[in-house]
Nanobody, 124 residues
Framework: QVQLVESGGGLVQPGGSLRLSCAAS????????MGWFRQTPGKEREFVAA????????NYVDSVKGRFIISRDNPKNTVYLQMNSLKPEDTAVYYC?????????????????WGQGTQVTVSA
């Protein structure tokens, strides 16, 4: 079992930056690949980024490449999403997720554990 708690969301102007954090419980954090997804009302949850167990492999949706960076600190049981050059279309609830077989792909159904989400609003 893994419990995930996101933080760091908020209101930011277009062009600004935010860093999301996701703290995991338990002593097996390093055995999970980690992902970030986002969702807006009436739409399906969308893959944003993922990182492998050891942090050496990452994957991003095209719309955030060059703007967002996913990273992890295994001793701190935390995964981060640094979001730069934010756009209004990045507005969503952001969720982190854990996957037990080092999968860093886009299918949300492959992820085993989810946090409760944190709201990110990009608006002037």
């Amino acid at each position: 079992q893994v419990q995930l708690v996101e933080s760091g969301g908020g209101l930011v102007q277009p062009g600004g930056s935010l860093r999301l954090s996701c703290a995991a419980s338990g002593r097996t954090f390093s055995s999970y690949a980690m992902g970030w997804f986002r969702q807006t009302p009436g739409k399906e949850r969308e893959f944003v980024a993922a990182i492998s167990r050891n942090g050496r492999s990452t994957n991003y949706v095209d719309s955030v490449k060059g703007r967002f960076i996913i990273s992890r600190d295994n001793p701190k049981n935390t995964v981060y999403l640094q979001m730069n050059s934010l756009k209004p279309e990045d507005t969503a609830v952001y969720y982190c997720a854990a996957e037990a077989f080092d999968y860093t792909g886009t299918y949300s159904s492959r992820y085993d554990y989810w946090g409760q989400g944190t709201q990110v609003t990009v608006s002037a």
